[in-house]
């Protein structure tokens, strides 16, 4: 019994981590590009930032399942945040070029590191399906608080001080702090390393059929998410006709609709198939593209990216969670990491497919992205069909 307390207690700190640092992640994913603009760098640099970042973020990601059975994640995560926190002092002290591009790029790769290394942290206390259904929740809930408190936040003066994108830099810092001294406090709650080597982990995880076709699902689904995310604000401004402030208001409302529907969701859930979850996630998000694609018009076009944002947060449990939950806890670090990777890269190609397509016309880019939902949607119903 008092086992089962410390995991207890062990999993509501790891938690809070999460809480605090999806907080932070949330403010400085919507703001960064802001706070860069207010110190004069123009989009063009800016979107080179960030994609290098993007593509630094996922070579580090493999570098690190390189030492995957050697190394303890919470001691990953701790370095990750530390540095992320390091950088964010610089950002705030220093407005030198080469140090500002620097300090950036390091806080997208903390950011990605933590990403990938918490769910692997939180299996060595609990693989449960309640416990990866709270830490969606917790994920969501927490990024959206960090965007609606600082976008509520962005002009309100506190005396002579005006709360600006330095605030929001200033209140992430913060909230990574508070997030780092939670996770100091875990006792080491990782099982030994395995002796086995990095090719017998590679041939472990390969060798299922099963982890096969969810990698390359993993890809395929990526790709559709680069085609129409990546480029969201771009989209909603230039095609749609939203300035940003209400493109952000939007994206923000869906998100939070998203978490709704997530919390509704997960209390009846476990009398869903994989299959029926797999038609409500992916099949309603590919007929949103085709409908757009088919009115051809600006109320098409929001409600299918209203359809796309409420899809990506619901049901994560039931396709994507049941096939993390079958990997081994050695193994588990190793996964996340390929998994990354591949999903990095697959966005890469989104991205770019996203502006061949608009080259051609809006519409065009809702029915191939249509049309790569759909395809994924089949592999993962294949994918439910061998699971059972």
Avoid: H
């Amino acid at each position: 019994m008092k086992k089962q307390n410390i995991l207890f207690n062990n999993e509501k700190v790891l938690m809070f981590v999460l809480a605090f640092m999806s907080f932070s992640i949330g403010i400085w994913t919507n703001y960064r590009s802001m706070w860069l603009e207010s110190i004069n760098y123009n989009v063009q640099t800016i979107s080179r930032i960030l994609s290098v970042a993007l593509t630094c973020s996922s070579i580090i990601a493999f570098i690190i399942s390189l030492f995957s059975s050697k190394i303890k994640v919470k001691n990953v995560i701790l370095l990750s945040i530390f540095l992320r926190i390091v950088s964010f002092i610089f950002l705030l002290v220093l407005k030198d070029d080469f140090m500002i591009k620097t300090c950036m790029l390091l806080t997208i790769m903390c950011e990605v590191i933590f990403t990938i290394s918490f769910y692997p942290l939180l299996s060595n206390v609990s693989k449960t399906d309640e416990s990866y259904k709270r830490k969606t929740i917790i994920d969501y809930f927490a990024k959206d608080a960090g965007i609606i408190i600082c976008g509520l936040l962005i002009g309100v003066s506190f005396g002579k001080y005006i709360f600006d994108y330095n605030g929001c830099l200033l209140l992430s810092l913060i909230s990574s702090i508070i997030s780092f001294i939670f996770l100091i406090l875990i006792k080491d709650i990782e099982s030994n390393k395995n002796e086995i080597s990095l090719k017998n982990s590679f041939i472990k995880i390969f060798s299922s059929k099963i982890n096969n076709i969810f990698l390359f699902n993993q890809l395929v689904i990526n790709i559709s998410y680069g085609i129409v995310f990546d480029l969201i604000v771009l989209l909603l401004v230039n095609y749609v006709g939203f300035d940003v402030s209400i493109a952000s208001i939007f994206i923000i409302l869906s998100n939070l609709l998203g978490s709704i529907l997530t919390s509704i969701f997960n209390k009846f859930s476990n009398k869903l198939s994989g299959s029926i979850s797999t038609i409500i996630k992916f099949g309603t998000r590919s007929f949103g593209y085709f409908l757009a694609f088919l009115l051809n018009n600006s109320y098409g076009f929001v409600i299918a990216i209203l359809i796309a944002l409420v899809t990506t947060r619901i049901l994560e449990d039931k396709v994507t969670g049941v096939y993390l939950r079958k990997i081994d806890t050695d193994s588990q670090f190793l996964f996340e990491n390929i998994r990354y990777f591949i999903a990095s890269i697959a966005e890469g190609i989104g991205v770019f497919l996203a502006g061949l397509l608009l080259l051609s016309s809006f519409k065009i880019l809702f029915f191939f992205a249509s049309f790569v939902t759909l395809i994924q949607t089949l592999i993962q119903l294949y994918l439910e069909k061998i699971n059972k």
